[in-house]
């Protein structure tokens, strides 16, 4: 398995702002890389894959970049409606997922 | 409309069997390979393994192998998660997904299945 990290562990930001969440692969996973937001008693929700591919429906203001070992997820103009817990996970290599960042809109 | 349902909860007791299931309609399930995620409750996402339908054919995370068994039936449109002796540990929320980002640009989930082992 690939270990993924994810950073930071909680992040507050108000509404109207932007936020940028951070995930590192242990070994380069190529463009391998999806983006899930999960709301508590919810499943996960695919938001990119491909490491930039919005999934179907997804808002604009919802971004991916990255390649090898360092992504990123922007979320810009946040909405209360984005409180979640976003994850990162791998398929290059089977899956693994990320510990999670819990995003907290003020 | 592509829908993945689970079967319902379950309590169980320590060293008891179970069996969950997950199953696809609205695609074509055996084009499609489904996985099972562990979320003990307030943690994380844990890969567990995969199926493909098609064949049968399975990987598992070395964390859970040996210690679960996933199954397809094709001919219902049926994956299942199985346990031959269930601990306390086990207690979460599993889910069943079908990753189809290249066909669908999306990523399918069942709704989950809360298992819950005490004596």
């Known amino acids: 398995e690939i270990p993924m990290t994810q950073s930071p562990a909680t992040l507050s930001v108000s509404p109207g702002e932007r936020a940028t969440l951070s995930c590192r692969a242990s070994?380069?996973?190529?463009?391998?890389l999806a983006w899930y937001q999960q709301k508590p008693g919810q499943a996960p929700s695919l938001l990119i894959y491909g490491a930039s591919t919005r999934a179907t429906g997804l808002p604009g203001r919802f971004s991916g970049s990255g390649s090898g070992t360092e992504f990123t997820l922007t979320i810009s103009s946040l909405q209360s409606e984005d409180s979640a817990v976003y994850y990162c996970q791998q398929y290059n290599n089977w899956y693994s997922f990320g510990q999670g960042t819990k995003l907290e809109i003020k | 409309e592509v829908h993945l349902v689970q079967s319902g909860a379950e309590v169980k007791e320590p060293g008891e069997s179970l069996r969950i299931s997950c199953k696809g309609s609205?695609?074509?399930?055996?084009?499609?390979?489904i996985r099972w995620v562990r979320q003990v409750p307030g943690k994380g996402l844990e890969w567990m393994g995969r199926?493909?339908?098609?064949?049968?054919?399975?990987d598992y995370s070395p964390s859970f192998r040996g210690h679960v068994t996933i199954s397809v039936d094709k001919s219902i449109n049926t994956a299942y998660l199985q346990w031959s002796s269930l601990e306390a540990s086990d207690t979460a929320m599993y889910y069943c997904s079908s990753p189809q980002f290249y066909g669908s640009a999306a990523d399918y989930w069942g709704q989950g299945t809360l298992v819950t082992v005490s004596s």
């Open positions: 199926i493909n339908p098609s064949d049968s054919s399975s």
């Open positions: 609205g695609y074509s399930f055996t084009n499609y390979w």
């Open positions: 070994q380069s996973v190529g463009t391998n």
